[in-house]
């Protein structure tokens, strides 16, 4: 079982970049399909993209689009998320998920299928 530990957020001003790392202590990342959703102040969950557990298949939000990398180093059981041109409505608690996969090209978008989650990671954009 995979045991998520993030690390990346912090205070970034407007228009800055930031990289989100979620690693497993387990080291057996490299077989889940991970996602990313954040949940800002008074608003639901969201869905900010997906990596399967290959690192061939990544999607991101729409809204997000063209601001987001989202990229994985098995060898080192870490994936990142590289957040850039921040704005203060990216203002959230930031958190990934991992879940096993019956293949390693599977992007998973839904929170309800993953079963193992990071502690969250605050990330605040301000001035």
């Known amino acids: 079982q995979v045991q998520l530990v993030e690390s990346g957020g912090g205070l970034v001003q407007p228009g800055g970049s930031l990289r989100l790392s979620c690693a497993d202590t387990?080291?057996?990342?490299?077989?889940?399909?991970v996602g990313w959703f954040r949940r800002a102040p008074g608003k639901e969950r969201e869905f900010v993209a997906a990596?399967?557990?290959?690192?061939?298949?990544?999607i991101s939000a729409t809204s997000l689009k063209g601001r987001l990398t989202d990229n994985r180093d098995n060898a080192k059981n870490t994936v990142y998320l590289q957040m850039n041109k921040l704005t203060p409505e990216d203002t959230a608690v930031y958190s990934c998920?991992?879940?096993?996969?019956?293949?390693?090209?599977?992007?998973?978008?839904?929170?309800?299928?993953?079963?193992?989650w990071g502690q969250g990671n605050q990330v605040t954009v301000a001035s």
């Open positions: 998920a991992a879940a096993s996969t019956t293949s390693p090209l599977i992007l998973i978008m839904e929170p309800r299928e993953y079963d193992s």
């Open positions: 387990g080291r057996t990342l490299s077989t889940y399909a």
């Open positions: 990596i399967s557990g290959s690192g061939t298949n990544i």
